[in-house]
């Protein structure tokens, strides 16, 4: 498996931007599906977007399209979120995570997770 690291989480206000990071160790991240995912308090934990392996495909959820942009740099083991026009409905526990699977949503099919990183975004 893959060990991942988030990143560049942290407290912006509403409108503000953040990019999030994940650094993956192990030869073989860019075989992987790399996927973020979000849990706000007391919420289940859900799919934002992901990346296929070549980065020639990409997933939104609905309510983040034309606000985020996930990307990856397999020469450097590392996958993106960027986030634009923050709002405090974004604020939560960032993750990013892993499949050997084609691109998916399903939380259930990443097998290996980061720690997460706190966003906030204030009104």
């Known amino acids: 498996q893959v060990q991942l690291v988030e990143s560049g989480g942290g407290l912006v206000q509403t409108g503000g931007s953040l990019r999030l990071s994940c650094a993956a160790s192990?030869?073989?991240?860019?075989?992987?599906?790399m996927g973020w995912f979000r849990q706000a308090p007391g919420k289940e934990r859900e799919f934002v977007a992901a990346?296929?392996?070549?980065?020639?495909?990409?997933f939104y959820k609905d309510s983040v399209k034309g606000r985020f942009t996930v990307s990856r740099d397999n020469a450097e083991n590392t996958v993106y979120l960027q986030m634009n026009s923050l709002t405090p409905d974004d604020t939560a526990v960032y993750y990013c995570?892993?499949?050997?699977?084609?691109?998916?949503?399903?939380?259930?099919?990443?097998?290996?997770w980061g720690q997460g990183t706190q966003v906030t975004v204030s009104s």
């Open positions: 995570a892993a499949t050997s699977l084609m691109v998916t949503m399903s939380k259930y099919e990443y097998h290996s």
């Open positions: 192990g030869r073989t991240f860019s075989g992987y599906t």
């Open positions: 990346v296929s392996w070549n980065a020639f495909s990409t």
